[in-house]
């Protein structure tokens, strides 16, 4: 055996995965940050970063030159260098007057560059490593991917917040705090401020310690408030007009979806339990903030101001982003803090504003991770090994033909229609309950749901529910590693549909526990992860072949379309239905998941280790 195909499958898959999830992210949550605090508009930001998606559901059509062309580990070396190349072209284009339209396009070359890294990365990992350690590291290589999601969605954050505070003025700090008494903010008569022109530079803030009751506000004195300080900070040019892009309802809405809407409603509607919460909200209090100097005539003075710490249910819901110039600095912008409606704890949290250089602090974190992919390059350059099976399909051959065939091989494959069945129908029980898991936990109990907070549902799922997935997840990869995948399909299969009844219970009961429903939700996720090994180590089954690489991203496609289109339907649905009896289609749906799978054609040692 060659030296370089022994090395320690430890050296390079958890590395290897880690740096595919990194691109992801970057591109897909980042950069919506990033714009965030640059000013960008929620309209340009939804529009433009949603489009950079694609390569990642188009990338099954160009997988085949993957295959074609070089082998799989000159595309991952390569690959890495390219994003390493893109994370450098965001850093040098952050800080240019243009910065939108050119960091859009390195965010293109990182979308294309990474959606091929990850067809390269898949298909290494089929030519690296034999059947037994394909199922072993199916739960690792995983976990350092969700670890990836993690490091781009906490630590490249907090490194950009840190940058930002300590290059600007200095940090405007408060807490907001809820108590039993009853409180209520009153709009002031008075909107001036006298000049408090100083020497120092620094922001001014009204309160620093603020106190909410428990109390609720009728929804008509919250929007009051809420519309006064906002109309203000408009006036007063602190906040730029929101973009309200009205639209009418589509041929669609009006032909097909309203009407079968009508139908199944007066079929199978739940009956509609009319709430009063709509007519409450969580208390809420209003700061005012300006600055000691006045700016420079043309010089822009911006402060973000986002939670630093503390319960997710008080939230900050105006004046994220304010900006002072030298016409408006010494009047006062508004700051509105709301707790959640149905927060009835005394609690904290701390919010902070930064004034820093952003353009500087994205920069350098951009250059961090340009430094990052420069280091995977060199590592992944020795690491990974060189698998014998590991060439270029289209050496000497008819690219075309070659390009072409692919597609066809895949589609001639034996037990292809159940195979294409097991993808798209494996998961329809669960790709409709992931889409409304989370509304059903925050709804208000009169109408169905479990009446959680916010902050309440983050920790449910954001780490109860993290943990046990990876757990379950690792735990599928070690049993299928043992008995094989045949062996163990069956039982993943029961284990990402059973717990779904968790949800039928909790509608039904709506139990108060918050260690029931989390348990509840825990076993839910710790299914998910052991069973979802089943679907993966089944896609590398079948992708087995000549064209694996390619093959496995085509299969990759179809597991995104088996998710895409119920979930799609799933919010219409039980709004029509409701939570109790969407929980039971949910059920209906996970049979022909058990059904497709006694047709399936599985070698019983695929996964199990062989003797040489």
């Known amino acids: 055996m060659n030296k370089n195909q022994s090395r320690s499958t430890w050296a390079w898959v958890p590395s290897l995965y880690f740096a595919e999830g990194i691109p992801y992210v970057v591109v897909m949550t980042v950069s919506v940050i990033m714009y965030k605090r640059l000013g960008i508009s929620n309209t340009d930001i939804a529009l433009y970063t949603s489009w950079l998606y694609l390569p990642w559901v188009i990338k099954p059509f160009w997988s085949p030159v993957v295959d074609l062309f070089k082998t799989k580990r000159w595309w991952i070396i390569v690959m890495q260098l390219l994003i390493g190349a893109g994370l450098g072209g965001v850093a040098l284009t952050v800080p240019l007057p243009d910065f939108f339209k050119y960091t859009l ?37 995983s976990t350092f991917y969700r670890l990836a999601m993690i490091t781009g969605q906490g630590l490249l954050i907090i490194l950009a917040g840190y940058i930002e505070s300590t290059s600007g003025l200095e940090a405007v700090n408060f807490e907001v705090s809820t108590q039993k008494a009853a409180t209520e903010w009153q709009i002031p008569n008075n909107q001036d401020v006298k000049n408090n022109l ?23 004195k919250a929007d009051s408030i809420k519309n006064w300080a906002h109309n203000s900070n408009l006036a007063n040019a602190f906040v730029e007009k929101d973009k309200a892009i009205e639209k009418s309802p589509s041929w669609w809405t009006t032909n097909i979806s309203e009407p079968l809407k009508t139908r199944l409603k007066s079929s199978f509607g739940a009956d509609k339990k009319i709430s009063n919460e709509g007519n409450w909200q969580g208390n809420l209090a209003v700061i005012g903030i300006n600055l000691s100097f006045a700016p420079e005539k043309g010089e822009d003075v911006v402060i973000n101001f986002d939670r630093k710490n503390g319960d997710k249910d008080l939230s900050l819901i105006e004046g994220q982003r304010l900006t002072f110039t030298n016409s408006n600095w010494n009047k006062q912008a508004w700051l509105v803090v709301q707790a959640d409606a149905k927060l009835n704890r005394v609690s904290i949290a701390s919010f902070q504003g930064l004034s820093g250089n952003i353009p500087l602090a994205w920069s350098v974190t951009f250059f961090v991770l340009a430094a990052l992919f420069l280091l995977f390059f060199i590592y992944h350059r020795f690491m990974l090994p060189k698998p014998l099976s590991d060439k270029a399909v289209a050496e000497g051959k008819n690219i075309m033909k070659e390009f072409l065939n692919t597609f066809v091989t895949f589609f001639k494959k034996d037990n292809v229609g159940m195979a294409m069945a097991f993808f798209l129908l494996f998961r329809l029980g669960e790709s409709q309950l992931v889409k409304l898991a989370s509304p059903f936990l925050l709804d208000n109990r009169d109408i169905g749901g479990l009446g959680l907070t916010t902050g309440d549902v983050g920790l449910i799922y954001g780490t109860i529910g993290i943990v046990f997935l990876t757990i379950g997840g690792i735990l599928g990869g070690w049993v299928a590693s043992r008995n094989g995948l045949k062996y163990w399909i069956w039982w993943m299969t029961i284990a990402i549909n059973l717990p779904n009844l968790t949800y039928v219970y909790l509608s039904f009961f709506t139990p108060e526990s918050m260690w029931l429903i989390a348990s509840g939700i825990a076993l839910e996720q710790f299914g998910y992860g052991f069973g979802f090994t089943a679907y993966m180590l089944y896609m590398i089954y079948f992708a087995e072949g000549k064209s694996k690489t390619a093959h496995f991203a085509i299969c990759t496609g179809l597991m995104a379309l088996g998710m895409m289109i119920p979930g799609m339907f799933s919010g219409w649905l039980q709004e029509i239905i409701g939570y109790q009896n969407f929980f039971i289609w949910v059920i209906i749906c996970t049979i022909p998941g058990f059904f497709v799978i006694k047709f399936l054609k599985i070698n019983p040692t695929f996964g199990i280790k062989k003797e040489d």
């Not at 100083?198 to 008509?220: M, R, V, W």
């Open 105 to 141: 396009a390195f965010f293109w070359l990182l979308a294309f560059s990474s959606a091929t890294h990850d067809i390269a990365a898949d298909g290494f990992y089929m030519l690296g490593l034999d059947e037994h350690k394909q199922a072993y590291f199916i739960g690792i290589r």
């Open 198 to 220: 100083e020497d120092k530079k620094h922001f001014i803030i009204s309160n620093t310690a603020l106190q909410l009751g428990l109390n609720k506000l009728s929804k008509e």
